[in-house]
C-alpha cells in the first residue's frame, strides 16, 4: 500500500494521554468465559506475558506489558435502544438484527492505564477480546462502541490474526460510513478520533463504491499505522500522480469538523 501525501508527525496531545479503551464481548446463553482459559490462550497463542492474575470468572484484573486490564462479566444485555439503531449498518455482521439482539449477557473489558500509545492499547484490547472469543462457546461477537461497531465472532478473530502479521485490524476499530443519495456515494470514519485525528469525509464522489471504501480504508490505515496528521490544503494519494486536495470543514455526517477527500 503506498499512500503519497505530506507527513505531519506532530504528536497528538490526545493519542499520548493514558486513556481507558474498552470493548463489550456478546454472549447467547447462561453460561460466560472462563477467565483460566483466556489467560492460558493469551499466554499460548499471542505470547503475551500476563501477569498479576486477581480475581475469577465475574470480576478480574491482570497486567500485560506495563497495561492494567479488567474484566467483568454482567449478567444481562446491553440495553436494547443502545444496539437497535446500529444492527441495521452493521455490515460485518449478517443478521445482526436477529443475533445481537437476542444476546442474553455481555462483559465489559477494559485496557485501564499505562504508557502504551493508543495504537497498542487497541491491539491488546484485540488480542484479549479474540482469546475470550476463541475459548468461550456462548460468545457471539464484540459490541466496539467508540465505533458503533458490532463484530460477529469469527469476523472478528480473523482480523485479530492480522496482529501476527504486524498489521493493524483497523477493521475493528473504525467504522466506515455508507450514504448514496441521487446517484452519488459520500463516506466517512467513525472512530478515527479515538487515536486523536479528525474524522474522514468524502462527500458527493461518482467513483466506484468498492473503490471508496478501498481508498478510504488506505487512507485510515495510513494515518493509524504512521500516526499521520493530515492537515486542510494538503494533497494525497495512490500513487505519485494522484494528488486529491484535503479541506478540513464542518462535517456533514458527524459533529464537530473534519477532514474532507475531494474526489
Known amino acids: 500500500m503506498g499512500i503519497f501525501s505530506k507527513k505531519n508527525k506532530e504528536n497528538n496531545k490526545v493519542s499520548e494521554e493514558k486513556k481507558l479503551v474498552l470493548s463489550m464481548p456478546l454472549f447467547k446463553g447462561e453460561e460466560g468465559y472462563?477467565?483460566?482459559?483466556?489467560?492460558?490462550?493469551?499466554?499460548?497463542?499471542?505470547?503475551?506475558?500476563?501477569?498479576?492474575?486477581?480475581?475469577?470468572?465475574?470480576?478480574?484484573?491482570?497486567?500485560?506489558?506495563g497495561e492494567l486490564v479488567a474484566l467483568a462479566f454482567m449478567p444481562a444485555p446491553v440495553p436494547s435502544e443502545e444496539l437497535e439503531s446500529l444492527c441495521q449498518f452493521s455490515y460485518m455482521w449478517d443478521n445482526a438484527e436477529t443475533e445481537v439482539m437476542e444476546h442474553t449477557h455481555h462483559a465489559i473489558l477494559s485496557v485501564m492505564s499505562g504508557d502504551a500509545s493508543t495504537v497498542d492499547k487497541y491491539s491488546l484490547l484485540t488480542k484479549i477480546n479474540a482469546s475470550l472469543l476463541r475459548t468461550c462457546?456462548?460468545?457471539?461477537?464484540?459490541?466496539?462502541?467508540?465505533?458503533?461497531?458490532?463484530?460477529?465472532?469469527?469476523?472478528?478473530?480473523?482480523?485479530?490474526d492480522m496482529l501476527n502479521e504486524d498489521m493493524l485490524p483497523i477493521q475493528l476499530w473504525i467504522y466506515i460510513g455508507l450514504v448514496q443519495e441521487n446517484g452519488k456515494t459520500s463516506m466517512y470514519s467513525y472512530g478515527l478520533e479515538e487515536f486523536g485525528k479528525l474524522e474522514m469525509e468524502i462527500i458527493n464522489s461518482d467513483m466506484d463504491v468498492n473503490y471508496l471504501f478501498d481508498f478510504l480504508s488506505n487512507i485510515l490505515y495510513y494515518i493509524i499505522d504512521q500516526d499521520v496528521t493530515l492537515l486542510d490544503g494538503e494533497t494525497i494519494g495512490m500513487s505519485e500522480e494522484q494528488k486529491l486536495t484535503i479541506r478540513e470543514s464542518k462535517a456533514v455526517y458527524l459533529e464537530g469538523d473534519s477532514l474532507k477527500i475531494e474526489i
Open 34 to 65: 472462563s477467565l483460566d482459559a483466556i489467560v492460558d490462550d493469551l499466554k499460548n497463542y499471542w505470547k503475551l506475558d500476563v501477569k498479576d492474575v486477581d480475581g475469577n470468572d465475574e470480576v478480574a484484573t491482570f497486567s500485560i506489558d
Open 137 to 160: 462457546d456462548t460468545a457471539i461477537g464484540v459490541y466496539q462502541g467508540s465505533a458503533t461497531l458490532l463484530v460477529p465472532k469469527a469476523v472478528y478473530i480473523d482480523f485479530a
